[in-house]
């Protein structure tokens, strides 16, 4: 009971002061920045050390994103040396650059030896070639060889994300060596879920976890309870397939390992969460066409992410016009057409977006392969022809009394199973077909199915009309 009450009593300033960060909406409170802003303008080091002195990482980064440009260069400036560098992997990489940028490099240099590894990689990934040498030059021996091996990997792989600092000890150890070794050795990782097992040449031979090491005796041979790593992760893996590994197996933490199998680090839940969010947010941008915008970035140069992707868009368009282009005379004769042809393929531009979307992201997560293609063709191609009938008896009888026209509704009932169905077909057939060419399908697919349901909806809809009406 004595416990839980001084639990009680711990809690509530730590509620207290997040209630006093930020607001009901989730967003840093006016107050709160109101406070920063003169602590910073009044250069009042004491105060601003206070208000973000017992910040968490997370916190410190909400606060960098929600000032102007001016006073987060300030803050840095005036904390010194107090300034918690690991904030700076919470905030976009714009303002990262920007306040990493101001800095000198001996000053990074300081702040990244005393940031886990995985951190310290973040911020020197974006930073140029000359500068990340200069910094690195300025580290000690043995940490500037592991950011430097880290900082080889390709971007995106597991190599990248992992952190270098780990526990291993040889198989030979007891239970009792390995409790004295991490009690006494103080380069050891601050947290840590798994000790890993090596031999003479760091080549992995298997791992134990914490809970067991507490429930063995101190005489017993590591190598005795002991067990494989069946999920080891190539440094070389792409952080997606590594995140995908974590989400199947319901890994806490896995040993990164070199092409010659030698333990070279450990990928933790912590920096797998960052990746499926980071990947679930670019699929999400790249199906919009806006690539890897920022919300920090300036209007140049979000208006240059954009600009491409929408001349992409224009051409499709032109495309479209020249479908309805056919059929002017068409359209000259029966003015209503027009009225209505916009209905049928933005009916059939939303259905195959639905298909699209589903499709795309079932490849990401690999639930969609050869196996289960077929089957997931036919349900959307079943699904594209009853909402297709749907929508057609009731776009039909709105047509029929809205123009007092029959034939008119019935034309456009028909153009409409016609499309949606083509809407379903292109839903997931672009998606599949660019996976299997290696381009990436949320990238690409909307526009292609787009200009499919556009033309598709155009043609059946003008073209009906022309032979049902005779129009010469």
């Not at 009225?339 to 049928?344: A, T």
């Not at 709105?398 to 809407?423: H, K």
């Amino acid at each position: 009971m004595e416990s839980q009450d001084r639990q009680t009593t711990g809690a509530a300033p730590a509620e207290e002061r997040h209630a006093d960060i930020y607001g009901e909406d989730g967003a840093v409170r006016a107050s709160f920045l109101a406070r920063i802003g003169a602590a910073i303008a009044d250069r009042d080091t004491i105060t601003l050390k206070r208000e973000v002195d017992d910040l968490h990482q997370s916190e410190l980064g909400d606060v960098l994103e929600a000032l102007h440009p001016e006073q987060r260069r300030a803050l840095v400036e005036l904390l010194g040396s107090d300034f918690d560098f690991s904030a700076l992997t919470e905030v976009d990489e714009a303002i990262r650059l920007d306040i990493v940028d101001n800095l000198p490099n001996a000053q990074i240099a300081q702040a990244v030896q005393e940031l886990d590894s995985d951190d310290a990689v973040y911020i020197l990934e974006d930073l140029e070639k000359e500068d990340q040498d200069e910094i690195l030059s300025q580290l000690p021996f043995t940490e500037r060889i592991r950011l430097r091996r880290a900082l080889d990997y390709p971007e995106e792989t597991a190599g990248r994300r992992m952190q270098t600092e780990f526990v291993a000890v040889p198989p030979f150890w007891t239970i009792g060596q390995t409790i004295d070794y991490m009690r006494e050795d103080k380069n050891l990782p601050e947290r840590f879920s798994q000790i890993f097992v090596i031999d003479p040449s760091f080549k992995l031979l298997g791992a134990i976890d914490l809970d067991q090491i507490l429930r063995s005796k101190r005489a017993v041979k590591v190598e005795q309870v002991m067990h494989e790593t069946l999920h080891a992760i190539p440094a070389t893996m792409d952080q997606e397939e590594a995140a995908r590994e974590f989400e199947q197996y319901n890994l806490l933490s896995a040993a990164v390992v070199d092409e010659n199998g030698r333990l070279v680090g450990v990928l933790t839940i912590d920096d797998v969460v960052d990746v499926i969010q980071e990947e679930a947010e670019e699929d999400l941008l790249r199906m919009g066409g806006v690539g890897d915008e920022e919300l920090s970035d300036t209007v140049l140069a979000t208006s240059r992410s954009r600009v491409p992707w929408l001349l992409v868009n224009l051409v499709t368009a032109f495309l479209a016009a020249s479908v309805i282009g056919l059929f002017d005379r068409t359209i000259e004769h029966i003015v209503a057409l027009a009225v209505l042809m916009p209905i049928v393929a933005g009916m059939g531009g939303n259905a195959g977006s639905q298909t699209m979307t589903v499709t795309v992201r079932a490849l990401a997560t690999r639930d969609l392969d050869i196996y289960n293609a077929a089957r997931i063709i036919r349900r959307e191609l079943g699904v594209g022809f009853v909402n297709g009938v749907v929508f057609a008896v009731l776009i039909g009888m709105v047509a029929g009394f809205w123009f007092r026209d029959p034939n008119l509704g019935g034309i456009i009932a028909a153009a409409m199973i016609i499309n949606m169905f083509a809407a379903a077909l292109a839903g997931i057939l672009i998606p599949l077909v660019l996976d299997r060419l290696k381009i990436d399908p949320a990238v690409a697919s909307a526009v292609f199915v787009t200009t499919v349901t556009d033309c598709v909806g155009f043609f059946a809809f003008l073209g009906l009309a022309t032979w049902w009406f005779r129009v010469p």
